[in-house]
């Protein structure tokens, strides 16, 4: 579907609250034996963004922590430049999908229909629908100094990460954003189908809850791809670390924004490929 600025928005009817889970009949084979099985798998709903009553983006997400969602995307796209921006948030649930109503500053409405870019989203999907070589890449400001995190922090945090994924546990289909403290105690964890929302959820919540980004650092259940360092870079994040590896783009994106980024980070070992001064060995 197009994704340029409509009219004026849909009106959704009353549906009872999406769940991030559902139940399917399946068959499972073991050994050489088929058995059915009730299985459990994450929910992706049509999520539209909808701006001072005007749809601008549809999203393909788990219906979880949408406010978080609807805030963390409008500050990584740059729709606002601060969370005072954004006045008010309605969740509205509807049978065939989300609308997140957001009541904006008229400036950032006004560059809003500017831009009149295609943000339709698909599932794992980073870039779609931007018309210009221009559009797609966005190179964030560098982020600010801050004191280095120690590896073992890094280690305490994705050591801990596992237990609080209740919808990935459920599903084994979900990733998750993770916000540590210096010391690598979890603080804030976000989950969604797709790792991008789930970044975005994470950056949102930093925002409502006004935490400092120079006072912990991410970490996230996948790779590293430009969009996810370019969205932690404008958050004021300076250190994620990836349990997968990162694209070459990213890296060259985490170097410029002065981010450290941690790949392959599992238990024991991680590859530091920026900033590496920022990640103590103790």
Not at 102 to 130: H, Q, S, Y
Request: charged content about 20%.
């Amino acid at each position: 579907m197009s994704a340029q600025l409509k009219p004026e928005a849909c009106p959704v009817a009353e549906h009872a609250p999406w769940d991030a889970r559902a139940t399917v009949l399946a068959c499972r084979h073991i050994d050489g034996e088929a058995l059915a099985s009730v299985e459990t798998v994450i929910e992706e709903v049509p999520v539209a963004l909808v701006y001072n009553g005007i749809s601008h983006a549809v999203m393909l997400a788990s219906p979880t922590d949408l406010e978080d969602f609807a805030l963390g995307f409008s500050l990584s796209e740059g729709i606002l430049s601060n969370p005072g921006e954004l006045y008010d948030c309605e969740v509205v649930h509807g049978p065939g999908g989300i609308e997140v109503r957001l009541d904006i500053a008229a400036a950032r409405m006004f560059g809003l229909k500017e831009r009149r870019r295609n943000l339709a989203g698909r599932t794992g999907c980073g870039l779609c629908g931007v018309d210009s070589l221009d559009a797609a890449v966005r190179t964030p400001a560098p982020v600010a100094p801050r004191t280095a995190v120690r590896a073992s922090a890094i280690q305490r945090a994705l050591a801990e990460l596992n237990a609080l994924q209740p919808l990935h546990r459920a599903t084994g289909a979900a990733h998750a954003a993770a916000w540590a403290d210096n010391d690598g105690s979890l603080q804030l964890v976000r989950e969604d189908v797709g790792r991008h929302n789930a970044l975005d959820k994470l950056a949102g919540a930093l925002a409502a809850h006004r935490v400092n980004p120079a006072d912990g650092f991410a970490v996230v259940t996948s790779r590293a791809s430009y969009e996810m360092v370019q969205k932690a870079a404008t958050a004021g994040i300076g250190v994620l670390a990836a349990i997968s590896a990162p694209t070459a783009f990213a890296v060259r994106v985490a170097d410029a924004a002065h981010v450290t980024l941690v790949g392959l980070a599992r238990a024991g070992r991680m590859t530091v490929y920026t900033h590496p001064t920022q990640l103590t060995g103790t």
